[in-house]
């Protein structure tokens, strides 16, 4: 089956700088990523959908300036937290759309910590 | 109201019983989705549905539009099945963003 790899899995960075966490699809086109975030006991929320080659769409309550996405290829996505702080702290996960098939896959998930 | 309600939220089981986890939503969709989320937090997509039922091993998940509810079953539980259990919607002309219920807690016990 089609393969989205995220990385970093896990990731502990100090408070005030920038961490990336990167979404790929391996085995097909991703013309839509899916950034979404999950808290503690909580359902997953979307955070923003982008589209290769133009910019992202954000929830309402997301930041777009701190949450940075770029969709720069059909298997890249990435998601820049900046000036990270701990309240930041959660599990974040990327889903990619096969446009041929209309199904989702999701990618294993980065649990980010700032300390 | 939730769009997405899952029901039991935990769920306690033997190995070897007959599992059933139920989803109802509350709005037009396109698609529904059944995802496993292990402890490490990985999300497996399960299935995809948009009418009728699909089999895979022992997962069997059905849906019915007109009473806009769906079932995960799991035949035979095994300590491996405990995982979260996630249902999640696809809403009718809203580009395949996912709307998600809590979650079903499942533990099988030896």
């Known amino acids: 089956g089609a393969v989205v790899s995220q990385h970093p899995s896990r990731v502990i960075c100090k408070s005030g700088t920038s961490v990336k966490i990167e979404c790929r699809s391996l085995?097909?086109?991703?013309?839509?990523m899916f950034w979404y975030r999950q808290f503690p006991k909580k359902s997953l929320m979307l955070m923003a959908t982008s589209n290769e080659g133009s910019k992202a769409t954000y929830e309402q309550g997301v930041e777009k300036d701190k949450f940075l996405i770029n969709h720069a290829s059909l298997t890249l996505s990435t998601l820049t937290v900046t000036s990270a702080h701990p309240e930041d702290s959660s599990f974040y996960i990327c889903?990619?759309?096969?446009?041929?098939?209309?199904?989702?896959?999701f990618g294993q998930g980065t649990r980010l910590t700032v300390v | 109201k939730n769009e997405v309600e899952q029901s039991p939220q935990n769920l306690t089981a033997q190995e070897g019983e007959f599992i059933t986890i139920n989803c109802s939503y509350s709005v037009g969709i396109s698609a529904l989705h059944w995802l496993q989320q292990h402890p490490g937090g990985g999300i497996v997509s399960l299935f995809m549905l948009s009418s009728g039922k699909k089999k895979h091993g022992r997962l069997i998940a059905t849906i019915n539009i007109q009473e806009k509810h769906s079932s995960l079953h799991i035949t035979a539980s095994h300590p491996r099945d405990s995982a979260v259990y996630i249902c999640a919607v696809s809403r009718w002309g809203s580009n395949y963003k996912l709307t998600f219920g809590k979650g079903t807690l499942l533990t099988v016990n030896p």
């Open positions: 085995d097909f086109q991703a013309t839509t």
């Open positions: 889903s990619a759309r096969d446009k041929g098939l209309g199904e989702a896959f």
